[in-house]
């Protein structure tokens, strides 16, 4: 009976990805946990207490709690770098007017962006160090610590000599498995291997062969179908519409090796390098780190032998718990063990942890076709910018990103991240920033419970990029007509010189998933002619698999001229509904600067107004889904603007989630729930929605849970209701 509860345990920790304590059957020689000591996460992910004890091979036997073998001596221990303070040894202690002592060298790169708050107490430091220059005249005999800073220097002393309080550090000691001291370059991602995923061959012929098999879809609306000849117009729309094609459309005679994968659907797709940052830091400590596990445990569950997977653990440092690694059988293992070995505390370093993130995507050997970071946080990072107030400037929250993310790849793409905003208590103005710069979407979890969820509809997304590199060029026909605007959210747009052409840089593109940009154009008087060309569209984007660039181009856009007294043009319901879209959109961005200054009453009357011009339009008076939709969402953020309190803790966050996925025109996680009746799920694609589905399921711990998702997997070949 004892060895099948045991066998037990081991199963719920690898499927769940939750510590399972040991028993006396496992581990007859256990010592006391009570007299052993715990050290914090970043102290677990240093090579230095990793010891001999851990194995080199992942195991059964070495799933359970490790304890250290340590007496309950305590140890005086900086809160920074979480290694013993000693004195002497070349490494200065500096003790804060709070009583906390710290290494001199680690205050002063914490304090360096001007953070003066104690990263134990969270008490306001009044007197901070200050690095002098090296004052040693001798070459080459500086002695430098173990983060890089000068330690023969005059002013690497005590500054103040407060007596440290006395702190029980009885902990029990977590030893994490499978990992490595981090190199200086991590320049050692595992190869990729033979990826036999798509046939280059048949990819070709499937990707010319009839409108079924296009990769893009492309469509133009004007405004009005007919203007007449008399009369001329300054700002003319036209909306052009693209949609990627079902995954298991575009190559449906393509033959991979994925017998072995997880998935319910097979259609070939690009593979990915997936790096995830996460916030580790004390206030995750408990259900949230658990759930967290959870969810990282169902991304590497769904994740193929293609694919590959890094993880960033941060708090107040970072540490990479592996190199991008195939999630292979054996990877996937070793991977569960690494997450599962994550305790909670220290700080919020969300810079390190980015920082991290974006040197493994550098110093990769390889590359698979998808790149991208996402991020998870439920604090604010208090080592690179200082928080914001009333009467305090605005935080440069650029600072975050380190210089690579702010520039883009050599194919003109950037690696985008996509943040995740945990609580109430997390800087969703940081995490925005971050995703709006990188070309990721910001989500906001507000609850605990739909971690999971979140971060299954966005790997939906990842795991299903059909189009890349994406290219729309708008061109002018008619010889008097120019270009006024292109209304393309927070995707990169141009116009030429001259006004006669203009560039929408969107880049990657989920299976289904569908853009709609606006094109504002002058149309002269027409007094000699029944029709009038405006204007051409082209695409240009590459296929991830067969790495081949594709060009395609629309029909003329033409409208017709008749007399004076002819019959007036229909207006176009597409065009309607995505004007009311990017004007909620707007309204949204005025009512959060609103907000922003204090003036809730205002940006409540702002969503009001926008609301009751929406109710008059010709989409919302024919009931269109998206219109209706519209009006909810708006309501839903003048109820979050109730009080100054309500605002802080969930309405800031819900607005911005709505802003990046309208923005971006992706679907995001919001609030408390992913419910896809929701506006922002107006985007959810069906491989995000089975994903989702799927980790819904696995809720339910039963194997026939999962025939739920196939009923799912008909709404593939049905259009999404617009």
Not at 675 to 685: F, G, M, N
Request: hydrophobic share 35%; charged share 20%.
């Amino acid at each position: 009976m004892g060895s099948k509860w045991r066998k037990m345990k081991l199963a719920l920790g690898l499927n769940l990805c939750v510590f399972v304590p040991r028993t006396l059957e496992d581990s007859p020689s256990l010592p006391d946990c009570d007299s052993t000591e715990r050290f914090s996460d970043a102290a677990l992910l240093s090579p230095a207490h990793w010891g001999s004890s851990r194995p080199s091979t992942p195991t059964p036997s070495s799933h359970g709690l490790i304890f250290s073998k340590s007496g309950s001596k305590s140890s005086k221990t900086c809160s920074i770098c979480l290694t013993k303070l000693k004195q002497g040894g070349g490494l200065a202690i500096f003790t804060a007017e709070c009583s906390h002592s710290f290494h001199f060298h680690c205050v002063v790169s914490n304090v360096k962006y001007g953070n003066q708050i104690c990263p134990v107490c969270r008490a306001q430091w009044k007197e901070i160090p200050v690095q002098g220059p090296n004052l040693d005249p001798s070459p080459g005999r500086a002695s430098v610590g173990p983060a890089g800073w000068n330690q023969n220097n005059a002013l690497m002393t005590v500054v103040r000599r407060l007596p440290p309080p006395r702190r029980d550090l009885s902990r029990r000691l977590i030893v994490p498995l499978c990992q490595a001291p981090e190199p200086g370059v991590f320049d050692d991602d595992e190869s990729l291997g033979n990826q036999t995923i798509c046939a280059e061959s048949s990819c070709n012929k499937n990707s010319a062969d009839g409108d079924s098999t296009k990769i893009i879809q492309m469509k133009t609306y004007p405004e009005i179908s007919a203007a007449p000849k008399s009369k001329s117009y300054d700002d003319f729309t036209v909306l052009v519409h693209l949609k990627a094609a079902a995954a298991s459309v575009t190559r449906q005679n393509c033959a991979g090796n994925q017998a072995s994968l997880p998935q319910f659907s097979r259609a070939p797709r690009a593979p990915v390098d997936l790096v995830t940052v996460l916030d580790i830091s004390g206030s995750m400590a408990g259900t949230k780190l658990a759930l967290l596990k959870r969810a990282m445990g169902f991304v590497i569950q769904n994740l193929s032998s293609s694919d590959r997977l890094s993880v960033i653990a941060f708090s107040s440092t970072a540490r990479r718990l592996f190199p991008l690694r195939r999630m292979t059988d054996t990877g996937r293992q070793q991977a569960l063990q690494a997450v599962n070995s994550l305790v909670a505390n220290g700080g919020t370093n969300i810079a390190e942890g980015l920082r991290k993130g974006a040197k493994i995507m550098e110093d990769r050997r390889e590359k698979n076709a998808v790149s991208s970071i996402i991020l998870l946080s439920d604090g604010q990072d208090t080592y690179t910018v200082s928080g914001s107030g009333v009467n305090q400037p605005q935080p440069n929250y650029q600072l975050l990103l380190p210089l690579s993310m702010h520039a883009k790849d050599e194919s003109g793409f950037q690696i985008p991240v996509h943040s995740f905003g945990f609580g109430a208590d997390h800087d969703a103005s940081s995490m925005h920033s971050i995703s709006e710069i990188s070309g990721g979407t910001f989500s906001f979890i507000e609850t605990e419970a739909v971690i999971q969820d979140a971060f299954a509809q966005c790997i939906g997304g990842l795991l299903s990029v059909v189009v890349q590199e994406l290219q729309v060029a708008i061109e002018c026909i008619h010889p008097k007509i120019h270009l006024g605007s292109l209304k393309a959210g927070s995707y990169p747009s141009r116009l030429m010189v001259g006004g006669r052409t203009g560039f929408i840089d969107v880049g990657d593109l989920y299976a289904d998933e569908e853009r709609d940009f606006l094109v504002s154009v002058s149309v002269p008087v027409e007094p000699s002619s029944n029709s009038t060309p405006l204007l051409k569209v082209r695409c240009v984007y590459r296929d991830p698999i067969t790495k081949q660039t594709t060009t395609l181009e629309s029909d003329e856009v033409r409208i017709e001229r008749p007399e004076m007294g002819g019959e007036p043009g229909v207006i176009s319901v597409e065009v309607d509904r995505q004007c009311n879209r990017l004007q909620a959109a707007e309204a949204m961005a005025q009512a959060r600067i609103a907000a922003e200054q204090g003036d809730l009453s205002g940006a409540v009357a702002i969503l009001e107004k926008c609301r009751m011009a929406l109710s008059q339009t010709v989409s919302a008076k024919s009931h269109d889904r998206l219109c209706v939709a519209l009006d909810a969402e708006l309501k839903e953020m003048q109820e979050r603007m109730a009080s100054r309190h309500v605002y802080e803790a969930s309405g800031r966050a819900y607005i911005l989630s709505g802003l990046s996925s309208h923005s971006w025109q992706r679907a995001t996680a919001r609030g408390d729930s992913t419910d896809s009746s929701s506006l922002v799920q107006s985007y959810q694609t069906p491989s995000m929605l089975e994903m989702l589905t799927r980790s819904q399921a696995t809720y339910l711990g039963s194997p026939s849970a999962q025939r739920l998702v196939q009923p799912l997997l008909s709404c593939r070949s049905q259009p999404k209701p617009r």
